[in-house]
């Protein structure tokens, strides 16, 4: 059964710092890994997607790695701002008996301030 | 165009009532999935539809739980009777594929009294 952890499970930072959310998974057969964010009483926005065969992926101030054979992802938050709070998750995606499922870390709580 | 849409956003319930969520995904989206998030906690799947055709609901607790996709379009899930332990957010998600990004409705925040 596949299992994704991730560190720290809150962080407080102050505002234009760099900082690295980390995320770990038990079962390295996994076809993409997903960061999500969720802001209070908000679903889940989709912030970048690695597929198995990537090393990373950049969106602005985002930059998420997967390293598959150890099993570990980090979502790297450069300059960060106030408006980044939120809850930060990721999840694998892989193939099951019945199709695919996508299997969600508990998330890490991020806030930054002034 | 818009997302995926969820109602009710919020519901209070006494235990053993009915209660039901309505989820209309992005269109076009032939996949649709239910899952279930718990404070703290990221959110399980309890069932993914390919279209009107239900793939997987090993997670869906079927002695209280059941959901409807008829059409292949809008879905409901539904829980009866509800017990204290089902208040959770309930989430709805699309995508245009089985494999790809998954696009989530802003939920329905369940509290059962």
């Known amino acids: 059964k596949q299992e994704v952890t991730q560190i720290p499970a809150a962080l407080s930072v102050p505002e234009g710092e760099n900082l690295v959310l980390n995320c770990s998974f038990t079962d390295s057969a996994i076809y993409n890994l997903q960061w999500f964010r969720q802001d209070p009483g908000k679903g889940l926005t989709s912030l970048l997607l690695i597929q198995s065969s990537q090393r990373e992926q950049t969106s602005g101030r985002l930059n998420a790695s997967l390293d598959k054979s150890s099993g570990r992802s980090t979502l790297y938050i450069a300059a960060s701002q106030p408006g980044d709070s939120a809850t930060y998750l990721c999840a694998v995606q892989m193939f099951t008996g019945g199709g695919n499922k996508l299997t969600f870390g508990t998330g890490t709580q991020l806030k930054v301030e002034l | 165009e818009a997302g995926v849409v969820q109602s009710p956003r919020y519901k209070i319930i006494e235990k053993k009532q009915p209660v039901a969520f309505w989820c209309n995904p992005i269109s076009g989206h032939n996949t649709l999935y239910w899952y279930l998030q718990n404070l703290g906690q990221g959110p399980e799947l309890l069932i993914r539809?390919?279209?009107?055709?239900?793939?997987?609901d090993s997670q869906l607790p079927k002695d209280r739980f059941s959901a409807e996709r008829l059409k292949g379009v809008d879905s409901t899930l539904k829980i009866q009777p509800a017990e204290l332990g089902d208040s959770a957010v309930y989430l709805c998600a699309s995508s245009l594929q089985t494999i790809g990004t998954q696009y989530f409705g802003p939920g329905t925040r369940l509290l059962v009294l």
């Open positions: 539809y390919e279209n009107e055709e239900a793939v997987d």
